[in-house]
């Protein structure tokens, strides 16, 4: 017979992980974008992929 | 060893990491958060076997054959890409002004000032430039799919099964300067034109070097999930004015009949008024790839990507066998 409970449990626990992990990923996010605002430099625009022709410097 | 080619040498290393943190379409990292909320959005709408983690990094596509070469060529590609540049970017920056002698030489005026540089001037001159940018993005496109010399090319594109956002880097040098230079000479002549006619007063809004409406539609069409697993469309209305992430998962699928449909870039427009626009629907499982394994395992590794287009051209040159891919062809 299946324990319904530890079922439950250990779904709940699974899902917990994933939320914090996403919410730890959300945190790494924010900070490469504003990393990436800071540091950000106009002589990288040449060398995109496949949408390269249209990050022209004005 | 001369100290520049050292230096060129060392920006082609350090770049692929650079990119990560630009304001590139596909990779930048301004974009991150953006594109998490709506992977969490897409993820929550539809009942699915694969973790949220997962389906949030890309997981399955990376580590799948096709992904682990994305990512192996995205290093190498870049830097020899960056390493190529390093002594032929210049003539770029001077577009505009070669546009700008061939008003004046033509008008026999060095300079009018016509338009006066104030925002509303700005504003118009920075939509043109986004404008010319994602109109060449699309003819060359298409141009890419329908001559066939170029879709040799563009083929290794196309040979991905599995998509990620390093899969935009899957693209031959030939195809990325081409298009490139597509976008730099449209926009450069929309820049020139601009700057001949207000004396040079007009100036194209931007962030970080970039035009502001490029960013801007990077970030709200999701612009990065173009090569994902990530369903996301806009509806009916908007999607034939706007470039969805799902639009160009069409475009990858491996049935044929996609191959000529869906050449946009940010806007689904230029799609919508040449008759080439598949309208997404509901989300489904597509196959991507050349259509057959065949094909696809003609480019399972970096050396087969660079050389393999060259070779096929060398054998269809040999058989007079010059067919473009989107030619309509028989059911079979």
Redesign the interface.
Same mark, same amino acid.
């Given at each position: 017979m299946i324990d319904n409970t530890a079922v439950q449990q250990r779904s709940v626990a699974t899902k917990t992980k994933q939320v914090i992990a996403v919410a730890a990923l959300a945190v790494a996010a924010i900070a490469a974008a504003v990393a990436g605002v800071a540091t950000s430099t106009t002589d990288h625009h040449t060398v995109g992929g496949y949408s390269g022709g249209y990050v022209v410097s004005p | 060893m001369d100290w520049p080619v050292v230096s060129a040498l060392w920006n082609a290393v350090i770049?692929p990491f650079?990119?990560?943190?630009?304001?590139?379409?596909?990779?930048? =990292?301004?974009?991150?958060?953006f594109?998490?909320v709506a992977m969490?959005w897409a993820y929550r709408r539809e009942p699915r076997e694969e973790? /949220?983690?997962s389906y949030?990094?890309f997981w399955r596509a990376l580590r799948s054959p096709s992904g682990t070469l994305d990512i192996r060529f995205y290093f190498t590609n870049?830097a020899l890409?960056?390493f190529l540049?390093a002594y032929s970017?210049s003539w770029?920056?001077q577009v505009p002004q070669l546009v700008e002698s061939g008003w004046a030489w033509l008008l026999h005026e060095p300079r009018i000032h016509l338009l006066h540089g104030g925002f509303l001037a700005s504003t118009l001159v920075t939509v043109l430039?986004f404008v010319a940018?994602?109109l060449?993005?699309f003819l060359?496109h298409m141009i890419m799919h329908r001559v066939s010399w170029l879709w040799e090319f563009h083929k290794i594109?196309h040979s991905a099964t599995e998509l990620n956002p390093l899969t =935009?880097?899957r693209?031959h040098p030939v195809q990325?300067y081409l298009?490139?230079?597509?976008?730099?000479v449209?926009?450069?002549v929309i /820049?020139g034109t601009a700057g001949y006619f207000s004396a040079g007063t007009v100036?194209?809004l931007?962030w970080?070097?970039?035009?502001v409406l490029?960013l801007g539609s990077?970030a709200f069409l999701l612009?990065a999930l173009?090569?994902s697993h990530v369903w996301i469309h806009f509806g009916p209305l908007l999607n034939r004015i706007f470039y969805s992430p799902a639009h160009h998962q069409i475009h990858h699928s491996g049935d044929r009949a996609n191959y000529d449909a869906n050449y946009g870039?940010?806007l689904a427009l230029w799609d919508w008024m040449a008759g080439t626009l598949i309208v997404p629907g509901r989300e489904r499982r597509i196959y991507y790839g050349l259509g057959d394994a065949e094909q696809n395992n003609q480019y399972t590794n970096i050396t087969m990507l660079y050389i393999r287009p060259f070779v096929n051209l060398w054998t269809r040159i040999r058989n007079k066998h010059l067919t473009p891919p989107s030619a309509p062809t028989a059911p079979e």
């Open positions: - | 770049q650079r990119l990560l943190l630009s304001t590139d379409l596909d990779v930048g =990292s301004m974009f991150y958060p594109l998490l969490v973790s /949220l983690l949030v990094t870049i890409m960056t540049y970017d770029y920056r430039v940018a994602d060449s993005f060359f594109h =935009s880097f693209a990325l298009t490139t230079t597509a976008g730099i449209f926009s450069g /820049l100036r194209v931007s970080l070097g970039s035009n490029v990077g612009a173009r090569h870039g940010l």
